[in-house]
C-alpha cells in the first residue's frame, strides 16, 4: 500500500505544476494524450463488517429464545406480589455494572447448543446473546472495566467477565487489542464477545469453542428468526444420529457391565431399552416447545415431528383415535384431584414389552426358588392378565381424597402424646389411610373378564406350593393375606362386583415396662426393666371391580368404604349432580378431538408428599391455607397429527395450561414457613 501511495503522488505532482504554469501564461494548454486517473486505494487496515447471515454450524442441535425477558420478568413479580429485581438488578446479581448497563432485556435473549466429537465422545458447545442498547456504548462501558481484545468482522472479546480480578478502570474510553491465542491464559474458559449483529450488537457468552463455533449465527443469523411465543425451543436429533448409531453396538455391553448381571431376561430388557431410546433419535424429525407466559398464567405447546415410525413410542404417539372425552371420564366425581384419559392403541404394539416383563419375571422367580408351576401360574397371571386389562384400548384414571377425613384424621394425629407409641402408630395409619384416598381405573373389559383376575389372586396365592414357597421366604406372622371379601355394608354396587381385600400384617412394638418397686428393698439395686409386645392393626388394601356396562371400573385403596362409595358415583347410572363435569374451568378439554388429556392439581402434588411424611401434618396445614386451597386444574391435552411436508410420518402435539391461581398457590406454599 505504501509503494501504491508514493508512486500515486509521483504522478500527480508534474501534471499540477503543468497546468499552474499553463494558468499563469494564459495559453491554452497543448494538445496531449489523457490516461484514466489510477483507481483509488484503501488506506484503512479494517474490512466492511459483514452482518449477513450465515449458515447453521454444524452440529446445531438445540435453538432456544426468551422473547422480552423484562416482560417475563414482571409477569412473575405479579404471581408473587413481590418487589422483584428489574431486568438490570438481575444482571447486576450474576455480571457486573458495566454489563447490566449496556444489555437491552427488552430485546430477545437466544441460545445455541452444537456438538461435537471427540475422543471423550459426543461434547456440547453452549452458547447465548443478550442483544446490547449500543454497539458503541457497549464498546466504551466494557472497555473501562474489562480488556477488550479485537477480533474479526469487528468482535470484540471482553476479558474477565466473571472473574473476581478487576483490571484497573481505563481512562479515555475503551480499550482494545491485538492479542495472539499464544498470549491469552483464557482461551478454554468462559467469555463473551461483543459482535455486531443483524441488528444493533449483541454479547454473546459461553466457553472459548462454544464462541468460536456459534458467535456469527447467534449475532448474524439467529435474530433473523421471528418466533411469536415468549419462549421458544428447538430440538434437532440430526447430528447426534450417527455418533448413537455407531454406539449402538457397544451401550447395551456398557450397560450390562454397570448392571454387573449375567441374565439373559435382564440383557434383553437392557438392549431394548436402549434400543428404543436410540431409534426415538432416530425417529424425531424436531421437538419444538413454545410457551406464552402472562399474568394470565402460563400456556405451553410442544410438537414431536416424526420422519418415521421405528420406535415404540413414535407409533403410539402418531396413532390417531382422537375423539371427545369419554362420557365417563366427566363422571368422575367432582373431588377428583388428577385425572387423564387416553384412547389407547393397537393392543399388539405392547406385546413386546409384555414379554420382556414376563420373562424377567420367570427368572426372578427361579432365582428365588419358586417351583415351576408357580412361576407360570404368576407370570401368566401377571402379564398375561393384568397387564392386558390396561393395554386393551381406551383408558380412564381418576383420584381423589376425603378432605374432611383427611382432617379428622390430622386432628386426631396432633391429639396423641408422643411418648404413647402405639397411639402415634395408629394414628398414622389412620391419616395415611386417608392421604392414600381412593383411584379409579376404567379398563376396556367387561366385569366377566375382570372379576376373575381379581380372584385368581387368593386362589395362587393360598395354593400348597406357592403358600409353602412364601412362608420359606418370610414368617408366618408378616405374610400377606388375600382373600375375596363381600361389598362393605352400607355402600349399594352391582351384584357382579368382585371385592378382592389384601391385609399387611405391622410388625409389633417393643414397650419397655417399668417392675414394681419393693417396699422392703429400698436403696437395693433395681429390676431389669422387662419388655412387652403390642400388636399394631394391619393395613388393609381393596381393591374393588365393578361393572359399568360393557367397561368395568378397577378401584383400589385403604379405605374400602371410601373406595367403594366413589365408585358407584362413578358409574353410568348414577346421578350426575356431583361429578366431574359440573366443574368449571375444564373448558379446554371439551374443545376438539383429542387422543388424550386430563388436568392435575396442586393438592395432587402436595398429598403425595405428605404421604412420604404422615407425621408432619404441617404440609396439610398449609395446604388448607393456600389461596386456592390447591384445587386449580393444571390441563394438559395430546392429539396426533397426519403425515406432512414437516412430519413425514405424522406428529403429535400436546398443549399444557396453568392458571394464575395454580401458580399462586405453589409459589405460597414454597415461601411457607417450615
Request: proline share 8%; net charge neutral.
Amino acid at each position: 500500500m505504501t509503494v501504491l501511495r508514493r508512486a500515486h503522488r509521483a504522478l500527480s505532482l508534474p501534471i499540477v505544476i503543468a497546468g499552474c504554469s499553463i494558468v499563469a501564461c494564459g495559453s491554452p494548454p497543448p494538445a496531449v494524450p489523457t490516461t484514466p486517473a489510477p483507481a483509488p486505494v484503501a488506506t484503512s487496515k479494517e474490512k466492511p463488517i459483514d452482518i449477513s447471515p450465515v449458515p447453521e454450524p454444524p452440529g446445531l442441535v438445540v435453538v432456544g429464545r426468551v422473547n422480552k425477558p423484562d416482560a417475563i420478568v414482571s409477569a412473575v413479580a405479579s404471581w408473587t406480589r413481590l418487589p422483584l429485581p428489574s431486568g438490570p438488578d438481575l444482571v447486576r446479581s450474576i455480571a457486573d455494572e458495566s454489563v447490566a448497563a449496556v444489555v437491552d432485556l427488552s430485546q430477545p435473549v437466544d441460545a445455541a447448543v452444537s456438538v461435537g466429537l471427540s475422543r471423550r465422545g459426543i461434547e456440547p458447545l453452549v452458547a447465548f446473546s443478550v442483544a446490547v442498547k449500543s454497539y458503541e456504548q457497549a464498546k466504551v462501558k466494557l472497555g473501562e472495566t474489562h480488556r477488550l481484545v479485537a477480533g474479526d468482522n469487528g468482535q470484540l472479546k471482553v476479558r474477565g467477565l466473571g472473574s473476581k480480578k478487576r483490571p484497573p478502570p481505563m481512562t479515555g474510553g475503551a480499550r482494545t487489542e491485538d492479542v495472539s491465542e499464544d498470549e491469552e491464559d483464557d482461551d478454554d474458559g468462559e467469555g463473551c464477545v461483543l459482535a455486531p449483529a443483524a441488528q444493533g450488537a449483541r454479547l454473546v457468552c459461553g466457553e472459548s469453542a462454544a464462541l468460536d463455533a456459534l458467535v456469527p449465527y447467534l449475532s448474524r443469523t439467529m435474530p433473523r428468526e421471528k418466533w411469536a411465543s415468549d419462549v421458544h425451543v428447538e430440538v434437532r436429533p440430526e447430528p447426534v444420529r450417527a455418533p448413537l448409531q455407531d454406539l449402538r453396538a457397544s451401550l447395551p455391553i456398557l450397560a450390562r457391565s454397570m448392571l454387573g448381571s449375567q441374565s439373559t431376561a435382564v440383557r434383553d430388557l437392557v438392549d431394548s431399552t436402549l434400543g428404543e431410546l436410540v431409534d426415538i433419535v432416530n425417529d424425531t424429525q424436531k421437538l419444538t416447545i413454545d410457551a406464552q407466559i402472562a399474568e394470565s398464567g402460563v400456556v405451553a405447546n410442544t410438537r414431536f415431528e416424526f420422519q418415521s415410525t421405528g420406535s415404540l413410542m413414535a407409533r403410539l404417539a402418531t396413532t390417531d383415535r382422537a375423539d371427545s372425552p369419554p362420557a365417563a371420564f366427566w363422571h368422575l366425581p367432582a373431588e377428583t384431584d388428577m385425572a387423564f384419559f387416553g384412547r389407547g392403541a393397537d393392543p399388539k404394539l405392547l406385546d413386546r414389552p409384555r414379554e420382556l416383563l414376563g420373562s424377567l419375571m420367570l427368572e426372578a422367580t427361579d432365582s428365588a426358588g419358586m417351583p415351576e408351576a408357580e412361576r407360570r401360574a404368576l407370570k401368566e397371571l401377571v402379564t398375561d392378565r393384568v397387564l392386558s386389562l390396561f393395554t386393551s384400548g381406551p383408558g380412564i384414571y381418576g383420584k381423589g381424597f376425603d378432605q374432611a377425613a383427611v382432617e379428622k384424621a390430622a386432628v386426631n394425629l396432633k391429639g396423641i402424646k408422643a411418648d404413647d407409641r402405639a397411639g402415634v402408630a395408629e394414628g398414622k395409619r389412620l391419616l395415611v389411610e386417608q392421604i392414600v384416598g381412593w383411584h379409579l381405573y376404567q379398563v376396556n373389559e367387561p366385569v366377566a373378564k375382570v372379576g376373575p383376575v381379581l380372584k385368581d389372586w387368593p386362589t395362587l396365592w393360598n395354593r400348597p406350593a406357592f403358600a409353602k414357597w412364601v412362608k420359606s421366604k418370610s414368617s408366618a406372622a408378616a405374610l400377606p393375606r388375600m382373600r375375596v371379601a363381600p361389598v362393605p355394608a352400607g355402600v349399594t354396587l352391582p351384584k357382579e362386583t368382585v371385592h378382592l381385600e389384601i391385609t399387611i400384617p405391622r410388625e409389633e412394638l417393643d414397650e419397655a415396662v417399668a417392675p414394681p418397686r419393693s417396699a422392703n428393698a429400698k436403696g437395693s439395686a433395681s429390676k431389669p426393666v422387662k419388655t412387652k409386645k403390642i400388636a399394631l392393626k394391619p393395613i388393609v388394601a381393596h381393591v374393588f371391580a365393578v361393572p359399568d356396562g360393557a367397561a368395568t371400573w378397577l378401584a383400589f385403596g385403604l379405605d374400602a368404604k371410601l373406595v367403594a362409595k366413589r365408585a358407584g358415583a362413578a358409574l353410568a347410572s348414577a346421578p350426575d349432580a356431583n361429578t366431574l363435569g359440573k366443574v368449571a374451568g375444564m373448558e379446554a378439554l371439551r374443545e376438539g378431538k383429542l387422543n388424550n388429556g386430563g388436568f392435575a392439581t396442586v393438592r395432587a402434588a402436595l398429598f403425595a408428599a405428605a404421604f412420604d411424611r404422615p407425621d408432619d401434618t404441617s404440609r396439610l396445614d398449609t395446604l388448607w391455607g393456600l389461596p386456592h386451597k390447591g384445587s386449580s386444574p393444571m390441563l394438559f391435552t395430546g392429539r396426533a397429527e397426519a403425515p406432512s411436508p414437516e412430519a413425514k410420518a405424522g406428529a403429535s402435539v400436546g398443549t399444557l395450561r396453568i392458571s394464575r391461581a395454580v401458580i399462586e398457590d405453589i409459589v405460597k406454599f414454597v415461601m411457607a414457613p417450615r
